[in-house]
């Protein structure tokens, strides 16, 4: 999806902080609401909170639980242009789900496609994020100004555009790197095309997923990193530990909820991938082995109008992110309170 | 522009949030029966407009510069009715989602160029207003391309006006086949020849791309091979992509890529605008292209001014491939409020002089005889090639809103590109379009 | 004195690394807009021929005056609707105890995980019902949707990271609540929100899926639908496409160079107190 890697960190960030200081008490100064408010003292009313989340709630349940309850309903109905204009539909029972798993289609292309596709990625941004957040900590005040715009300026450019570049650096004629690498005599550039076959064309997409993803990643654990008290690694460094140790043993362990936070967020975005698979050459459609479930279902509902299909993929892959977003919490709440 | 739609737009609000599928469905409901059931198309000699406004989409790049041609077209509505245009231009990338957007959301202008292949989705879906009895009020049922008849007819109704008709054939650079000493062939094995001469003497230029996203250029070889896309019985369709003349189509036309190397793996992906892309840089020797295609080219590259000419597509043993006959209608939309003005726009643009001009300018056929003879009359070498192709050899897809489900799915481009790529032969592939062709026809 | 060279030189090896990786894809991009033979074939790091001609092309033919204008629009009303939505709903949840108090952050949390291309089809329907297709807003109205949740998620920490003292002293002065929220709380949230607003503002610059599903007009277009159309039938103009992809990077890049400083502060803010 295109939005959702330049957005989420918010969460992630404060998030994540908050996970090693909230379950210790004194940790979280002011945190804890103190136990008059449970019903609300004399200067606030019992219903103040509810009016201060009515707005939020109202948009929240009307435009994605809602929503998302339509999906479901939908997947369940034979759905198409006609029944969207003249108002008819007809229920088919799970004809739509048996539909989608019978057929081999998802098993062998789309599934893998975004399972292994989101793995890969999400290993790669995280691994790349890290590593560039440890440099920019070792870095001097003007260089790391000066990265940290150069990484702030690819998380700035669209996925829309992001993509576009990608495709043009590997066109398979007149592509940037396969005139390069044809000139180096690396390749062929008379006889390779690399978006037919689906490891290259995944490859090129996983270039591009890390390079729009890594910098979230990197900013949100060098803001970890500047929060671990440097007395800790000095007293390491004094026991003889070198970087990789105290790294190891001393960032990784305060750093844990940090790094749970975006790796959970990065599989999150990179199972819902949709922009960068869409528009690459043979991603709408034509080239069968490069669907996955995001542009599956889109594919369906709307170039072939059969949105109740359409839907029934799209309810697969929720649940599937929602036994995600079940590991998420457990992760990140096993023992305290939200 | 934010006018239009009146129906979707304003007729819905009460539904409220949160009512369920119920309510939306009710709706809709609603604001298709009004519109709907509420007037009745009739033709009048004269309508007042007066004070209204029609909008009206048109394909982009159809007229590589249109905004004269719309201009005239407002003056001479507005002279005639008294009614304003909005004109709006639709890349074609994106027209089909946008005409499903629209019909879906209520939102469709009240005329627009359909494309022929749609008009039967769109008509079936109940969108569009069945034009038969106009047209024959009007006095213009004899006069109307055949083809595009066939292909805007529906149960019997008439549900788009044949506006222009365009047609494939081969696309050659007259001064690269001069200098190889290669003339226009008129047989399979003569294009083969022929690729083999100018691959040979221009190494570096993609003697004949085969794009593989783009499904209009096998059929003329499935069509010439003597074999069909799909054949009608009765209600039903089956698909026939898979039999041995249409695969021996298929082969020929995929092994000129991979048996003979006319053309580029990069061209696997290719869909008709990156085909034109590399003829405009000048690295393409011949190419399967649409009539309306060589002033785009000219336009791109100046530099290709008087080096185009254009060849039918031979059939096998000589003759002419049928190839399709391909074009746009006008439509006029059930939810539109003021359906007596829009056709009497849809005449003005789709006969006589506005005709004239529009084919005149964008390089396509007129949709009505009497304009098309005037064509053929003229003796153009980037034309009458096209316009021989068109009647000696113009072919129509399904004429079922299901083909074009057919084509949503790509199914045509993907047996292509798997060719192409070398992950499944000529048989495989063309065996899982059929079964994929025939899976949709059964569901209708 | 050679471990510190040595590392010195690594550090510097993964600085042009990094620097590279960021900037290449951007550095292509600028060349080929700034190409007036973008069309031609010929690609290379510096453009053939510099040329502004695509972005003329681009503002003017292209219609990105309007698309810039509003893409703006939406961005500005999404950041200024959910960083007040969120601002409120973050104070009650970590200032208030209530019934359902988890089941509320529960639904904020799980809501975000929801892919979005699934909910194309019935927002779809649904903004159709509500006559918002076509309109900004009903754009807007989706993106502060989608951009909630995160906003939520981060005011909270800051919220709560505010010493409740403060407040009861502002109490004692005899100030009523909203007052105190306004002369305490939101002068001490104000570098969360300088967070949430950048992340609200790119969920409704870039977006891309819905713009052109709900948009059907190209007077409102914005900037991501836009760059659609110079993708033709009759072919890509590459130059267009790039020119109109810089247009649509620069504010952005613009917006984080500037907040970037406020932003890590906001992000280290946030992990220190939360």
């Not at chain 3, 709560?160 to 949230?189: C, H, K, N, Q, T």
């Amino acid at each position: 999806m295109t939005t959702s890697p330049d957005v989420q960190p918010g969460v992630a960030v404060t998030e994540s902080r908050q996970t090693p200081a909230a379950p210790s008490g004194p940790a979280a100064p002011g945190g804890r609401p103190s136990r008059r408010d449970r019903a609300g003292n004399g200067l606030t009313p019992g219903w103040l909170p509810w009016l201060l989340q009515a707005p939020a709630l109202v948009v929240l349940f009307g435009l994605l639980v809602y929503p998302l309850v339509r999906v479901a309903v939908l997947s369940f109905q034979d759905f198409g242009l006609r029944e969207l204009v003249t108002g008819e539909s007809s229920w088919v029972g799970l004809d739509n789900f048996t539909e989608v798993l019978t057929d081999p289609l998802l098993w062998k292309v789309a599934l893998p496609n975004t399972a292994v596709f989101a793995a890969v990625n999400v290993f790669l941004t995280v691994a790349v994020g890290t590593a560039v957040a440890l440099l920019l900590a070792k870095l001097g005040p003007w260089a790391r100004g000066i990265l940290t715009s150069a990484i702030m300026v690819a998380w700035a450019m669209p996925a829309v555009t992001g993509t576009y570049v990608w495709v043009y650096l590997f066109d398979a004629r007149d592509g940037f790197v396969m005139q390069t690498l044809g000139s180096l005599g690396l390749v062929d550039p008379e006889t390779t095309n690399w978006f037919t076959e689906r490891l290259p064309f995944f490859a090129i997409a996983t270039a591009n997923v890390v390079h729009h993803g890594f910098p979230f990643v990197a900013v949100t654990i060098l803001a970890g990193l500047m929060t671990v008290p440097k007395e800790m690694l000095e007293a390491a460094a004094l026991d003889g530990a070198g970087a990789w140790r105290r790294f190891r043993y001393v960032t990784m362990p305060l750093l844990k909820p940090v790094f749970a936070v975006v790796t959970i967020l990065s599989t999150i975005w990179d199972f819902k991938v949709f922009t960068q698979i869409y528009l690459m050459p043979g991603g709408s459609g034509t080239n069968r082995e490069v669907l996955n479930l995001g542009t599956w279902s889109y594919i369906t509902a709307i170039s072939q109008n059969r949105y109740g299909l359409g839907a029934a993929i799209a309810v697969l892959l929720t649940l599937l992110l929602l036994v995600i977003t079940a590991v998420y919490l457990r992760t990140l709440f096993k023992q305290e309170e939200l | 522009m934010r006018k239009f739609g009146s129906g979707g737009l304003t007729r819905t609000r009460r539904g409220a949030l949160g009512l369920g599928l119920a309510s939306m469905v009710l709706a809709t409901a609603a604001c298709g029966g009004d519109s709907g059931g509420g007037e009745e198309l009739q033709n009048a000699d004269e309508v007042s407009g007066e004070g209204k406004s029609l909008s009206v989409w048109i394909m982009e790049g159809t007229n590589p510069d249109a905004d004269p041609y719309v201009e005239d077209l407002k003056t001479a509505f507005k002279d005639e009715t008294g009614a304003d245009l909005d004109v709006q231009f639709v890349p074609w990338a994106d027209a089909h989602d946008k005409f499903v957007k629209s019909i879906a959301g209520g939102t469709t202008p009240d005329v627009a160029e359909v494309g022929t292949t749609w008009t039967p989705e769109f008509a079936d879906a109940g969108a569009l207003a069945d034009l038969t009895d106009v047209v024959d009020e009007a006095g213009l049922d004899g006069d109307l391309v055949p083809g595009l008849v066939d292909a805007g007819t529906v149960d019997g109704g008439l549900y788009g006006m044949p506006w222009y008709a365009g047609v494939r054939s081969v696309v050659y650079r007259t001064d690269v086949f001069e200098k190889a000493g290669v003339t226009p062939p008129t047989s399979w094995d003569e294009l083969v020849a022929a690729g083999e001469k100018l691959k040979a003497a221009n190494p570096d230029m993609i003697t004949f791309p085969v794009p593989g996203d783009s499904e209009y250029g096998v059929y003329p070889f499935v069509w010439g091979a003597g074999g069909e896309i799909a054949a009608q019985e009765g209600d039903t369709w089956a698909s026939e992509i898979d039999s041995p003349e249409a695969q021996e189509g298929i082969s020929f036309y995929t092994d000129l890529a991979k048996e003979h190397g006319f053309s580029t793996p990069a061209a696997t992906t290719w869909d008709e605008a990156d085909l034109s892309d590399a003829f405009s840089r000048g690295d393409v020797a011949m190419m399967i292209a649409g009539s309306w295609t060589p002033g785009a080219l000219v336009e791109a590259n100046p530099d290709l001014e008087g080096k185009i000419g254009a060849f039918p597509i031979p059939g096998p043993d000589g003759g002419v491939s049928p190839s399709f006959l391909g074009g746009s209608h006008l439509g006029v939309f059930e939810a539109s409020e003021n359906k007596d003005l829009a056709w009497a726009l849809v005449k003005l643009m789709a006969t006589g002089d506005m005709a004239d001009e529009w084919s005149q300018q964008s390089g396509f056929f007129p949709g009505t005889e009497s304009l098309l003879q005037k064509v053929q009359e003229e003796d153009d070498p980037v034309v009458s090639p096209f316009a021989t192709q068109m009647v000696d050899g113009g072919a129509s897809l399904p004429v079922t809103p299901l083909y074009g489900q057919v084509q949503g799915k790509k199914t045509v481009s993907a047996m292509l590109q798997s060719i192409l790529s070398g992950d499944a032969s000529v048989a495989d592939a063309s065996s899982q379009a059929a079964d994929e062709m025939d899976e949709i026809f059964n569901q209708g | 004195m050679t471990r510190t060279a040595s590392s010195r030189f690594w550090l510097a090896i993964g600085f042009l690394v990094v620097l590279g990786f960021s900037l290449g894809p951007v550095l292509i991009m600028l060349s080929t807009a700034f190409d007036g033979r973008a069309n031609d074939g010929s690609r290379g790091l510096l453009p053939t021929e510099w040329s502004l001609e695509n972005f003329a092309f681009v503002l003017d033919e292209g219609g990105f005056v309007t698309y810039l204008r509003n893409s703006l629009v939406v961005a500005l009303a999404t950041v200024v609707i959910s960083s007040a939505l969120a601002l409120l709903a973050s104070v009650a949840v970590s200032r208030f105890r209530f019934r359902f108090r988890t089941s509320v952050l529960i639904m904020v949390l799980v809501v975000q995980m929801v892919p979005l291309e699934a909910l194309v089809i019935p927002l779809f329907i649904q903004a159709k019902t509500l006559g918002m297709l076509n309109h900004l807003f009903g754009l807007v109205v989706v993106y502060v949707a989608f951009s909630l949740p995160f906003a939520i998620w981060t005011l909270r920490g800051f919220v709560s990271a505010i010493p409740r003292e403060l407040e009861e002293a502002a109490y004692v002065d005899g100030a009523s609540w909203p007052r105190m929220f306004w002369s305490i709380l939101f002068p001490l949230v104000a570098p969360g929100l300088v967070a949430t607003s950048v992340f609200s503002f790119i969920t409704a610059w870039n977006e891309f899926v819905f713009a052109i599903t709900f948009l059907n007009d190209q007077d409102s277009y914005t900037v991501a639908a836009g760059l659609r159309q110079f993708f033709t039938q009759y072919g890509t103009d590459w130059g267009a496409v790039m020119a109109g992809s810089t247009l649509i990077t620069l504010p952005v890049m613009i917006f984080f160079v500037i907040v970037q400083k406020r932003l890590s502060d906001g992000l280290v803010a946030g992990a220190v107190k939360g």
